[in-house]
């Protein structure tokens, strides 16, 4: 089973832009969709991007479309998230989950990692 880890978050200026790491471990990385989640204080987790195991299909929840870029670098085992025109509503620990299963075509989250915090001052 993989063990993901973020990196990346920070404390950035409104209209800056931060990339977002996620690296795993094991050996099915390749075969399994990946998403970006992230957690405000005091709300639920939400997703913000998900892509496809191959990296040929991506997803963005409405809030961050335009400014927000998921991709995966298989080769590395490695899934990013480019973050652009930074909002404060953008603040959240942001957390990056493996599908439960290889060939998945919808993102059921299975491993999660232990979050990393983007703090985007007005």
């Known amino acids: 089973q993989e063990q993901l880890v973020e990196s990346g978050g920070g404390l950035v200026q409104a209209g800056g832009s931060l990339r977002l790491s996620c690296a795993a471990s094991?050996?099915?990385?390749?075969?399994?969709?990946m998403g970006w989640f992230r957690q405000a204080p005091g709300k639920e987790r939400e997703v913000v991007a998900t892509?496809?195991?191959?990296?040929?299909?991506?997803s963005y929840a409405d809030s961050v479309k335009g400014r927000f870029t998921i991709s995966r670098e298989n080769a590395k085992n490695t899934v990013y998230l480019q973050m652009n025109s930074l909002k404060p509503e953008d603040t959240a620990v942001y957390y990056c989950?493996?599908?439960?299963?290889?060939?998945?075509?919808?993102?059921?989250?299975?491993?999660w990692g232990q979050g990393t915090l983007v703090t985007v001052s007005s």
């Open positions: 989950a493996a599908d439960s299963r290889e060939w998945g075509v919808v993102l059921i989250p299975g491993v």
């Open positions: 094991g050996r099915t990385f390749s075969r399994k969709a």
């Open positions: 892509i496809s195991w191959s990296g040929g299909s991506t």
